[in-house]
């Protein structure tokens, strides 16, 4: 997951970072130079099947996902393993788990999360690596969908399972480049306990919640509750952007209660463009009716976005353009402020 659109904020998780190499054994001495060698095994990640290639050396492991143009790297680490337990530097669930070899050509592994993973030692040709760049924009097909259900039975879920009062107050889309979709994070908050927890849907850690504490001091600072009846599937949002006009990356996706001072927020989805800096602004999209919010109906400008928006603006607006076109050959980030200002389109 990418030097690609994601730029990020989408967090960069390598999942099976240090190649999931885990599960239970009898060794009782160090294998890690054992693992020394090109591995592979094949996987499923959200109902899709993912190849990683894992070498390991002195100096820890690098991973690969097999893609049909290449191997993508995927991440380096460190990694150690001694008595039928290894370790590395990845994030969780990847830091560590269990493992046993069948021989000296074959281990089964498990990570702290138990995903259990049979990897096979590539030898000759079969170990030689078809090393390609990740790709600058990653396919629309990459985002997940189903996101009202989602919403829906996390919800209800936490509300039934967590707390009776629990509301989302902001939603993510995260990913990691060599997984094949991106997943949902929802940040849920009690407003009786000001208790707050994280579940995720879809990804390597999906289903997985975790609890913590806010102080009461900050509880002004979450922001406003999303409304339980969102119907717009990101799919849709991001179709909605390709069908105005736009053809470039996209970069950070959340979903939250936006609205400029003064205003009543509104529940939209934010999409932010591939490359730009965190100073220029996204593109707002309603949760509850799909159409595109202009930006200075949803934010108060962002210091040093001004300037640049202003001279985009300036030029797209000046141009003798037909009456009710807009213009055409632009840049992505022309088109993004073009549907900014309230333009439905920008072909």
Known sequence: MRASSLSRGIRYLIVFAPLTLLAASSFANDDTARFFGTWKATTSVNGQSVTIISVHDSNGYKNYI?????????????FAATNGKWSSNAAYPNNGGTYHFIDDDTVVATNSAG????????????????????????????????????????????RKLWMKDAVVVHVEVEGSYGIPTAWF????YSPSTGNFATHVVGGPMDG????????????????????PDLTVDLPDAIASLRKAGFRGGLGVIRLDMSGASGTKPLPAWSIRVGGKTPAFPPVFVNAQTGKFIPVNRMMDPV????????EIWDRLLKRNQPQGKTPGHLEPWECVALLQQGYLGCF
Request: glycine fraction near 8%; hydrophobic fraction near 35%; avoid cysteine.
């Open 66 to 78: 097999q893609t049909p143009n290449g191997d993508v790297s995927a991440g380096t680490g460190s």
């Open 115 to 158: 995903q259990t993973v049979t990897w096979a030692r590539q030898k000759g040709a079969a170990a030689a690596l078809k090393i390609v760049a990740a790709p600058a924009v990653l396919p629309d097909s990459y985002y997940p969908g189903k996101f009202p259900a989602s919403y829906k039975s996390t919800l209800e879920g936490s």
């Open 185 to 188: 994070r929802f940040d849920l």
């Open 208 to 227: 997985q919640s975790t609890l913590s504490f806010i102080q009461p001091i900050n509880r002004s600072r979450l922001g406003d509750p999303l409304p």
């Open 303 to 310: 210091p040093g976005s001004d300037a640049e928006l202003k």
